[in-house]
């Protein structure tokens, strides 16, 4: 039990170090209960970013992907997706459930069409 509590006490230091914050320590895993519409919002928005990430990779590693550019667009939607996660966090760290929520949506959209065009098949 102590060694659960000491690396508990390690890995909050060093998030609080990095700037991450205790709110992201606490944010995943099955059984993550939002307080609010805006930590939902923003914990959904992240396993859209892991979902969509995974339909890539699946059609990546199987060689399904219907073209180049296609993998191009859609490395560089990962990209995007993951950027406005992070400014997402920022709002939301400033109290800005406005942006923390228009910036999820934004996620949310990027995501789907990710997923999309990760199930279009060679020709």
Known sequence: MKKINLITMIFIAWSLTWGIGLVWARTSGKHFQPRNPVQASLYLAGKSV??????????ALGGTLASPSIQTKIEQALHDSRLLLVEA???ANADDDSAVLELTERIGRI?????KDSQRRKP
């Open 89 to 91: 966090r920022v709002a």
């Open 50 to 59: 892991d979902e969509a990430w995974e339909a890539f990779h699946h059609s």
């Open 111 to 115: 995501a789907r069409q990710i997923k």
